[in-house]
Nanobody, 125 residues
Framework: VRLVESGGGSVQAGGSLRLSCAAS????????VGWFRQTPAKGRERVAT???????WYGDSVKGRFAISKDNSRNTMYLQMDSLKPEDTAMYYC????????????????????RGQGTQVTVSS
């Protein structure tokens, strides 16, 4: 299984970025997958998930600003990030359920065993 993120960078507050996660050896369309972010101060935080039916979940801190989606034909997942804030600065990485379950409600953070190398997002004020 290989997950490769891209699209990170540096933006000013209020700006937008779109992260991509290309998967190989794992079918994103039928499984619970998502985006996490990590900082030294806050540790790891679940940002958004999308399940096999396309149902989405968002953390309170990003709700209304971020949107997760999948392109099943490309086996690629995206995270559209709008109205970025300095507190969104983090290493973002995509992850997938090790059991390939279709529903995210049964997937604990520890089960997101497959993950990419991460892409840095820096938001300046």
């Amino acid at each position: 299984v290989r997950l490769v993120e891209s699209g990170g960078g540096s933006v000013q507050a209020g700006g937008s970025l779109r992260l991509s996660c290309a998967a190989s050896g794992y079918t994103l369309s039928s499984s619970c997958v998502g985006w996490f972010r990590q900082t030294p101060a806050k540790g790891r935080e679940r940002v958004a998930t999308i399940d096999g039916a396309g149902s989405t979940w968002y953390g309170d801190s990003v709700k209304g600003r971020f949107a997760i989606s999948k392109d099943n034909s490309r086996n690629t997942m995206y995270l559209q990030m709008d109205s970025l804030k300095p507190e969104d600065t983090a290493m973002y990485y995509c992850a997938a359920d090790v059991f390939s379950r279709p529903v995210c409600t049964v997937v604990d953070d520890v089960h997101f065993h497959y993950r990419g190398q991460g892409t840095q997002v820096t938001v300046s004020s």
